[in-house]
């Protein structure tokens, strides 16, 4: 049987920023995104909780060499929503598995998440499509991390 991945690809320096309590309203949402990008910030892996009583909290990845200009950028949100919380996470490294054969095995996502359990490696943040199943995880586990994956998946 072939593989449902069949290429690995990382990115290093990595921070995770998350937003907590953000009206969740698409207006709002997109104006900061929007502030983000005219600072000259390009973001990558972008995550939403579904509404919870007007609030939802977004998370999202961008170089460390970034953090100290989006947080600039965030500090004036700050008065407009004045429960914003903005969590820092940094020294992580994204890890992304890649294989069109995803298209057509289900319980591919549950294994690689089983994998990482199985070696004691937290997950920060997980996007997907498709065909990729992208998982920010700690610097320190990134050896690890790809060894399961390519030992488990014959890559």
Do not use: H
């Not at 972008?46 to 170089?63: A, D, E, H, R």
């Not at 997950?123 to 050896?143: F, G, P, W």
């Amino acid at each position: 049987m072939t593989s449902p991945i069949s290429q690995i690809t990382t990115e290093e320096n990595v921070t995770l920023i998350t937003l907590d309590n953000i009206p969740s309203n698409t207006s709002d949402i997109a104006r900061i995104f929007r502030a983000i990008g005219e600072s000259g910030v390009n973001i990558d892996m972008i995550s939403q909780t579904s509404p919870y009583k007007g609030s939802v909290n977004i998370s999202f990845s961008l170089q460390d060499e970034d953090v100290f200009t989006v947080l600039k950028t965030l500090k004036a949100f700050k008065a407009d929503y004045e429960n914003l919380r903005i969590d820092i996470n940094s020294n992580n490294v994204k890890i992304s598995l890649f294989g069109e054969g995803m298209r057509t095995t289900p319980g591919t996502a549950a294994k690689t998440m089983e994998l990482l359990a199985q070696n004691d490696i937290e997950i920060q943040l997980i996007t997907t499509s498709e065909v990729d199943i992208s998982y920010l995880i700690s610097a320190s586990d990134k050896d690890k991390a790809i060894k399961c994956f390519k030992e488990y998946f014959n890559i």
